[in-house]
């Protein structure tokens, strides 16, 4: 595995071994060895599947507290991924991340605690796939306004994006809770 910082400290793009043939092919979408060879000594404690159709946007999601690492990837599909600081302490606070996970190029991105985090469906059909540090509390669940001015997140959409209700009620991140 290739770990790749990215603009956000603790950011990370994770580009996997992939062995292909004419069957198909086989990558290792985690190892804990590898991880923490690389500084990440993560315990996950929980694997989501999310299944959205072209134009669906999720996010920026984070809970204030059991704030959640998590680990992303896409098994089918493509997907504009979304990260921002959210730590008030940090030199970075208040800026954003942004890359298209494909499922054929295998690309992860590794989202520590402390960054809010979303993405909006490029193809017909995405599986994105992610693990988490921590289980998920609806209770601790916060939502920053995916299309805050102040981000500047340039979302690739042909149209309005498709919105629960709970991320169209999404704050500012003027008006968010964050971390110290």
Not at 57 to 83: M, N, S
Not at 125 to 137: C, H
Not at 161 to 173: E, M, Y
Request: aromatic share 12%; proline share 7%; net charge neutral.
């Amino acid at each position: 595995m290739k770990f790749i910082p990215t603009t956000l400290a603790g950011v990370l793009l994770i580009e996997p071994k992939v062995f292909g043939d004419e069957r198909g092919f086989f990558l290792e979408s985690w190892n804990e060895r590898r991880f923490s060879e690389a500084g990440l000594d993560v315990r996950f404690v929980q694997d989501n599947h999310s299944r959205s159709v072209k134009g669906v946007l999720r996010g920026l999601h984070y809970q204030i507290r059991q704030p959640q690492g998590k680990l992303i990837r896409v098994a089918a599909g493509e997907i504009f991924d979304a990260v921002v600081d959210i730590r008030r302490s940090s030199p970075t606070f208040g800026r954003t991340f942004t890359v298209r996970l494909r499922s054929d190029d295998h690309r992860m991105l590794w989202v520590p605690p402390g960054f809010a985090h979303g993405f909006c469906v490029l193809s017909a059909l995405a599986d994105v796939l992610y693990k988490s540090t921590d289980f998920y509390a609806p209770e601790h669940e916060r939502t920053i306004l995916w299309n805050d001015g102040a981000l500047d997140i340039k979302w690739p959409l042909e149209g309005p994006p498709t919105l629960s209700v709970k991320d169209a009620a999404g704050v500012p991140l003027h008006k968010a809770e964050v971390f110290p």
